[in-house]
């Protein structure tokens, strides 16, 4: 392999355009099209076809573009920095997490990271759908997973939380909560598979009707807030959200799992030094826990 080949090989998979990776990468047109000739004979492969007016990349290509960006960053780490210094490290510390978590635990990550590290940047990307992209894309350290997410990398538990009932129905301050879940109408986090509460739900012969379903766990709530409205969430955020909604909480009522927030790190991140600061960093961040 050629190692002065990645970077116009990294360009020319993110930017689609052998034009466009030329001028980001300081080349000449000419010589970024006899790099790219030289990189599909080294590689036995296109990486860039056209179709229409359209460049689009190989199946190959995309496979390359997460260890590709890491290699090269791992490169430049080799020259500018040769081992992770919290102290002194200018690094840009990338975190992708829900709008929940981040609402819960985002100013104990802040906060922690700042001490620690203080001439690093933090940089937190929300989600509704974590996928892989997020570290071939966006160059991710880890992912905060919730437990209702499946990752086909390891995870390694952050926190715990735990499953409780919200309504903005008074009913669920004086009466069953299983009744409840039973008879108003459900505000549901559109999931892509059901969470472990309404599996208990199923378990237990427990029928329920579904209002409304949201993609976005922090907003729900706002939906149920005032109304004779059902949801299930988590109870670090249902503490938050209590004041300044109109809604009441109550324990859920059937036996489940604790509700786990994980660390999924990059798979191509094999920084260890960094990845053994960050992780004690982020679990000393959250070692007081959200469900009190």
């Not at 030289?38 to 496979?63: H, V, W």
């Not at 940047?121 to 570290?135: Q, W, Y």
């Not at 004086?174 to 459900?186: C, F, I, Q, V």
């Not at 472990?196 to 149920?224: C, F, K, M, W």
Request: aromatic share 6%.
């Amino acid at each position: 392999m050629d190692f002065n080949l990645l970077v116009p090989l990294l360009a020319v998979i993110e930017e689609q355009s052998v034009t466009r990776a030329a001028q980001r990468v300081g080349l000449s047109q000419p010589a970024m099209s006899h790099a790219l000739r030289r990189i599909r004979r080294m590689l036995k492969d296109d990486i860039l076809i056209r179709r229409g007016n359209e460049s689009l990349l190989t199946p190959r290509a995309k496979e390359l573009l997460g260890p590709l960006k890491h290699l090269v960053r791992q490169s430049t780490t080799l020259v500018h920095e040769a081992t992770f210094e919290p102290g002194t490290s200018h690094r840009e510390i990338t975190l992708a997490l829900s709008t929940s978590t981040a609402l819960v635990a985002g100013s104990d990550i802040c906060r922690g990271i700042s001490e620690r590290a203080p001439n690093c940047t933090l940089r937190m990307i929300t989600t509704a759908n974590p996928s892989d992209s997020l570290f071939t894309q966006d160059n991710v350290d880890a992912i905060l997973l919730p437990e209702a997410f499946t990752t086909r990398h390891p995870r390694a538990r952050l926190y715990d939380d735990r499953w409780v009932v919200i309504s903005g129905s008074s009913d669920l301050a004086n009466g069953n909560a299983l009744e409840l879940l039973a008879t108003l109408p459900h505000v549901m986090f559109d999931a892509p598979r059901i969470s472990r509460p309404y599996q208990a739900l199923h378990e237990h012969g427990v029928e329920y009707s579904v209002r409304t379903r949201i993609n976005d766990n922090l907003l729900i709530p706002h939906l149920v807030s005032g109304r004779d409205l059902i949801a299930l969430h988590r109870r670090s955020t249902a503490e938050l959200m209590d004041p300044i909604t109109d809604i009441h909480v109550a324990e859920f009522p059937l036996e489940t799992p604790s509700l786990g927030v994980d660390i999924v790190w990059n798979p191509w991140l094999q920084d260890d030094p960094f990845r053994q600061w960050l992780g004690g960093t982020l679990k000393t961040a959250t070692a007081s826990g959200y469900a009190h």
